[in-house]
């Protein structure tokens, strides 16, 4: 979207297609679908199936924790601050390792079909990177409609100022 002040100077501000946007959210639901079906049909026992439920959604939850860490990080040393303890770095990269490994050993430890297990590890793959594409995504849009609000902010006032100055 282009915008142009007074001075004739042109501002950019980047944003995903329509179509971007809907081929990560249908990856997503595609992601969420097939792991479903994968823990819905589930042989074996019930605490099995308890335990790769309750793992998808701790991997879902550290995917977007890591993807806000990373990205909120990056944003700081960009602008030449810091933005997390290192505790708090060790806490999430923590949870996402450890909700990964204890999910990985959970679904290999499980008496079922290879095959069986070969299709609940690429669907809770599929489903990790699609997780950190969505929020990226989101993270992008929210950027975008902050920048485009400021920037209608400065034209405003800048219109105002000019207003009052004829006056």
């Known amino acids: ?10 501002i950019l501000i980047h944003r995903d297609s329509k179509a971007w946007g809907l081929q990560v959210w249908v990856s ?13 049909y589930l042989p074996g026992k019930d605490l099995d199936r308890a335990f790769m439920v ?3 959604f701790f991997c879902l939850s550290a995917a977007f924790v890591l993807a806000k860490f990373v990205r909120d990080n990056e944003q700081a040393t960009r602008e030449g601050r810091t933005a997390d303890t290192p505790l708090f770095k060790l ?9 990964m490994g204890l ?3 959970g679904l290999l ?8 297990k070969a299709f609940l590890g690429v669907s809770w793959l599929y489903l990790i990177t699609c997780t950190f594409t969505l929020a ?21 006032r800048s219109d105002a100022t000019a207003t009052a100055e004829t006056e």
């Open 91 to 99: 806490v999430v990269w923590g949870g996402f390792f450890t909700a």
């Open 28 to 40: 997503f639901a595609i992601a969420v679908f097939l792991c479903g079906v994968g823990l819905a």
């Open 54 to 56: 309750m793992g998808y």
């Open 109 to 116: 430890r499980m008496e079922v079909n290879d095959t069986y």
């Open 136 to 156: 990226k995504t989101l993270r992008d849009k929210h950027e975008a409609d902050l920048s485009q609000s400021r920037l209608q902010a400065r034209l405003m």
């Open 103 to 105: 999910t990985a050993w």
């Open 1 to 10: 979207m282009k915008a142009q002040t007074q001075h004739q100077q042109q």
